[in-house]
């Protein structure tokens, strides 16, 4: 069974940066995509960014694209997500979480880790 452990979260000045970690045990992970989640109060769960652990080939998804850049570190197994130019609208509780790279289903989940940006 994958663990997942993020951290990184904090609060923010709009215009402003984090680097959120997402650390992985409990197994090997070449067969898996590990995606990047926030779910903000009041409103569903959305993916934010993905990457395949095995050639690190990568999705952004809506406002993402441009501001975030999701990377993995296999050595430490840790998977990354470097937001930049944060926007209140970002503020949100941060998973990551895995799948098998042939399944749509997302199994492991981390805790979250709050992110706040202020305006």
């Known amino acids: 069974q994958v663990q997942l452990a993020e951290s990184g979260g904090g609060l923010v000045q709009a215009g402003g940066s984090l680097r959120l970690s997402c650390v992985l045990s409990?197994?090997?992970?070449?067969?898996?995509?590990i995606g990047w989640f926030r779910q903000a109060p009041g409103e569903e769960r959305e993916l934010v960014a993905r990457?395949?652990?095995?050639?690190?080939?990568?999705l952004y998804v809506g406002s993402a694209k441009g501001r975030f850049t999701i990377s993995r570190n296999n050595a430490k197994n840790t998977v990354y997500l470097q937001m930049n130019n944060l926007k209140p609208d970002d503020t949100a509780v941060y998973y990551c979480?895995?799948?098998?790279?042939?399944?749509?289903?997302?199994?492991?989940w981390g805790q979250g880790t709050q992110v706040t940006v202020s305006s």
């Open positions: 979480a895995t799948k098998r790279t042939i399944s749509s289903d997302y199994g492991s």
């Open positions: 990457i395949r652990w095995s050639d690190a080939t990568t």
């Open positions: 409990g197994g090997t992970f070449s067969g898996y995509a």
